[in-house]
């Protein structure tokens, strides 16, 4: 009996020490990126600085300034924000699939902390939808290829749109590229901002999240999900 119950709690902490095994490869595998992707940052930022600004930016920049939008003090100037936002826009990884997710929005508040507060929050939630969509594109493609049935495809991206709040706070770091003000006839500051985060990392915590949500629906769901390609 002894023996068995030792065998019992043997199997119990080695399966343990696996799925935290993991779990640290992943996170791992995260900082990893993460340092990195900080790493490639701050040398696109010093390389920046010292070069011109596309010509795009500076046409780009022209006409916003035209219509009243500035930058903050100590922010860099409008036409570097602008390039470094076309930069990343066109950045894309082995598979040629783009390296930034892109999220963009306004807001307009009495003060300018208010304002890019709300602004913020708006393109974060503005992001997470594009993550969403891309990861509703993948289930449907599965629909197309048979590894989902129609109603496992319907839980899949059901789950996916349920998720956002959770995906929202399951991010971390988001890199803010542009962010202007101007202010309106009422003196009111209206701010634009415009946030990147990377695809990679975006996907990786998307997917971890849906993992953990279809828990709950039931193992073979989850295996099925495990076994497509992309998952």
Do not use: C, H
Request: charged share 30%.
């Amino acid at each position: 009996m002894k023996k068995t119950l030792f065998l019992i709690a043997f199997s119990l902490l080695a399966g343990s020490a696996a799925v935290n095994g993991q779990t640290a490869k992943e996170q791992q595998n995260v900082r990893k990126e993460q340092r990195k992707e900080y790493k490639k940052e701050q040398k696109l930022s010093l390389k920046e600085l010292s070069a011109k600004a596309s010509k795009t930016a500076r046409k780009e920049a022209k006409r916003l300034k035209k219509e009243g939008w500035k930058t903050s003090p100590g922010a860099l100037p409008m036409e570097k924000q602008l390039d470094k936002s076309y930069l990343m826009q066109f950045e894309y990884d082995d598979q040629m699939y783009p390296k930034y997710v892109m999220g963009e929005a306004r807001s307009t508040g009495e003060n300018y902390d208010g304002a890019k507060m709300q602004a913020l929050e708006l393109a974060k939630q503005n992001l997470v939808g594009q993550i969403q969509a891309e990861l509703t594109s993948l289930i449907e493609s599965s629909v197309a290829n048979s590894q989902l049935a129609a109603e496992e495809a319907a839980t899949v991206t059901k789950t996916v749109a349920a998720s956002k709040s959770l995906l929202l706070q399951s991010l971390g770091r988001m890199v803010p590229v542009v962010e202007l003000y101007r202010i309106l006839p009422n003196n009111n500051k209206e701010v634009l901002v415009r946030l990147a985060y990377s695809s990679w990392q975006a996907k990786e915590a998307a997917k971890k999240l849906l993992r953990a949500e279809l828990e709950k629906e039931g193992d073979a769901l989850l295996k099925k999900l495990g076994g497509m390609e992309g998952w």
